[in-house]
């Protein structure tokens, strides 16, 4: 089993980056759950695929939220949050 995982980066600007190995892409909020869907249905059956959050501390908690909604209305079963620590 191989275990792959992507990110999604919610900035304080309102922009999400949606980040895999081969590239970085600008997404709105409606084409989250689209771009991680197509991704992890081409990480193949075998694979062990998730999604993971990260924010800017100065993103609101709803739009972390709706992302993590869109995640899950297409399917995605493994979604986490990156926490940073100190500060």
Same mark, same amino acid.
């Given at each position: 089993n191989v275990f792959?995982?992507?990110s999604l980066?919610?900035?304080?600007?309102?922009?999400?980056q949606f980040k895999t190995?081969?590239?970085?892409?600008?997404?709105?909020?409606r084409e989250i759950g689209e771009?991680?869907?197509?991704?992890?249905k081409a990480q193949g059956a075998d694979s062990a695929s998730a999604v993971v959050?990260?924010?800017?501390? &100065? *993103? @609101?908690?709803e739009t972390v939220v709706k992302a993590m909604d869109a995640l899950?209305?297409? &399917? *995605? @079963?493994?979604?986490?949050l990156?926490?940073?620590q100190g500060g």
């Open positions: 792959n995982f992507v980066l919610l900035t304080k600007d309102g922009s999400l190995p081969e590239a970085t892409r600008s997404l709105n909020q771009a991680a869907s197509r991704w992890q959050i990260s924010a800017d501390k &100065g *993103v @609101q908690y899950q209305k297409a &399917g *995605v @079963q493994r979604v986490g990156s926490v940073k």
